[in-house]
């Protein structure tokens, strides 16, 4: 144990988070005023989960969420548990009390250490034993091995997807004009585009779903963190407890 929380300690420090959290102190100071109530509130609700929404997408997006090892989620990262975290703060299903210790450390310039606890707990307390509301998959609802699960799946979308479909980038990305926003993240990450291959430098060797998501993360972090909009995702897990490597739907 002594060792595990060394390690975070390491990752913690090493990946500072600098001034990623200066942008939503405002939106938290605000919020706190909006905050007396213990749940949710449609009428009233909307500055504080903006502001927690902006807080948990920069904590997502930062390089320390992307080491650090779940608390609740063998093989996984933090990434993973933020991801449902703000998928739930969406759907109002958290209550408000839950946010205030790291709203409080955060409006206090806290140290990063006592931040990343703070998340810690919150993802601790806030794991989610209950089946999802909405099961897309009829799969989803019957215990499977991976491998039951992985046929079933195909077979549900086999008919439904299409390979190597030309005209993509011509459509989308040929002859448009790019506004002064996109052009300046494209001139900051060019230099990690190959022009003569036509591809992006250093995509993983294992072009695995987990891979391609961590590279994108990466990418999302380094040249669009200060966009509104952010990618996450959440891994799957089987019922019977056996581990997959893909992720569920990006958000």
Known sequence: MADLIEERRRIILD?????SLDSVREALRNAEKDTQGEAFDAERSDPWLEAVSELVIALYLSRACRWLASRIEKRRHLSSNLGDICTRLENHELPIQVFRPLSQLVLNQASDIDIWTAVIAVVATQNKDTPPTSQPLSWLSFKYTATEADAEVFDEICNSTHCAVGGFHQKYFEGHEWNSRAEEVWQRAKHLYSDSEKKWL???????????????LGLQNDFLATERAAYFGRPLQYEDGSDSEDYGPWF
């Open 202 to 216: 250093h995509l993983p060797l294992q072009p695995t779903e987990e891979n391609v998501f961590s590279w994108w």
């Open 15 to 19: 990946n500072p988070l600098g001034h």
